[in-house]
């Protein structure tokens, strides 16, 4: 039972455009999410995270939607640039759990110039 | 500052064999957690250990066992290899009772069993 979902397996974005990669989840006791980028033959780095008593968090170019009803969050990427091309993973815990974290299947973002 | 070391970075091993792979958290943290990473997959949690001691454990064989040393440092041991146990095994380090920081992960152990 995946109950994470990142539908989209790859996504292709032009330089300075923006990128979006969704995710979903079907355990509603998940109350933090974060975003993982993964480089090749590197282990996976922290990007941002949130809450889910916020709706929103930025962190630069990088902002976390999250639509609790909808059990939905999207990274946005704002400009996108070439050194942004990577895996993306979505994961998700829950209190007391911090690090047990359920991962998604991961987006592989493609900026091309 | 050195971050996540895992030891070896490839490993090949034979089906019905034993292998044991190796983790130096970060420094300053005290918790370590192995996750499991197939191909096409988002990493799984084998288990996490904490003082010394197996805290939690996902959906993984008794063929998966772990051990945390005083200082810090863990092992992966896999018993009765298969192939399905081919994997890229990654290792995440974390402080518990600090204030919250993400998990921290090496680059990991790829191991291929034939």
């Known amino acids: 039972d995946q109950q994470v979902k990142q539908n989209s397996p790859s996504l292709s974005v032009q330089e300075g455009r923006i990128s979006i990669l969704n995710c979903d989840y079907t355990?509603?006791?998940?109350?933090?999410f974060l975003w993982y980028k993964k480089y090749p033959a590197e282990g996976p780095t922290f990007l941002i995270s949130i809450s889910s008593i916020k709706d929103k968090n930025e962190d630069g170019r990088f902002t976390v939607f999250l639509n609790k009803s909808a059990k939905h969050l999207s990274l946005h990427i704002v400009p996108s640039q070439p050194g942004d091309s990577a895996v993306y993973f979505c994961a998700a815990s829950y209190t007391g759990t911090a690090s047990k974290l359920t991962f998604g299947t991961g987006t592989r973002l493609q900026v091309t110039l | 500052d050195a971050g996540v070391t895992q030891s070896p970075t490839h490993l090949i091993k034979t089906r019905g064999q034993q292998v044991t792979l190796r983790c130096s958290p970060k420094?300053?943290?005290?918790?370590v957690s192995w996750y499991q990473q197939a191909l096409g997959q988002g990493p799984q949690f084998i288990f996490q250990y904490y003082e010394e001691e197996e805290r939690q454990r996902g959906n993984f064989p008794d063929r998966f066992s772990g051990h945390q040393f005083p200082n810090y440092s863990s092992e992966l041991n896999v018993n009765a290899l298969l192939l399905g146990d081919s994997a890229l095994y990654l290792c995440?380090?974390?402080?518990?009772?600090?204030?919250?920081?993400?998990?921290?992960f090496g680059n990991g152990t790829r191991l291929t069993v034939t």
């Open positions: 995440a380090s974390s402080l518990t009772g600090g204030p919250w920081s993400p998990l921290h």
């Open positions: 355990n509603s006791m998940f109350d933090y």
């Open positions: 420094s300053g943290h005290d918790t």
